[in-house]
Nanobody, 119 residues
Framework: VQLQASGGGLVQAGGSLRLSCAAS????????MGWFRQAPGKERDLVAA????????YYTDSVKGRFTISRDNTKNTVYLQMNSLEPADTAVYYC?????????????WGQGTLVTVSS
């Protein structure tokens, strides 16, 4: 599966952005999808993940209540709605896909999209 992320940009603290990740191929609905982020000088961390049906979701603690992951299997797209953004959310965001459970190594990666939150 090939992944294409978009939607990053510059936003002020407290603002919102929605990231999108479009996938190619007819098997999108069978994949677990995740959003990762990597800030300068830091490791790439899992931010949110959603199972193939969309009923199970995972969020890292720092984004709970602010970020929402969703997917539209008819459009082969996964979204990350980011509200109440903070400067600490500044990072390159990547979408990724895997089979199986929500967490663990991901097999397919999109290019990153940069999110910059100004204070």
């Amino acid at each position: 599966v090939q992944l294409q992320a978009s939607g990053g940009g510059l936003v002020q603290a407290g603002g919102s952005l929605r990231l999108s990740c479009a996938a190619s191929g007819r098997t999108f609905s069978s994949y677990v999808m995740g959003w990762f982020r990597q800030a300068p000088g830091k490791e790439r961390d899992l931010v949110a993940a959603i199972n193939s049906s969309g009923f199970r979701k995972y969020y890292t603690d720092s984004v709970k209540g602010r970020f929402t992951i969703s997917r539209d299997n008819t459009k082969n797209t996964v979204y990350l709605q980011m509200n109440s953004l903070e400067p600490a959310d500044t990072a390159v965001y990547y979408c990724a896909a895997r089979t199986g459970v929500l967490t663990g190594p991901y097999d397919y990666w999109g290019q990153g999209t940069l999110v910059t939150v100004s204070s």
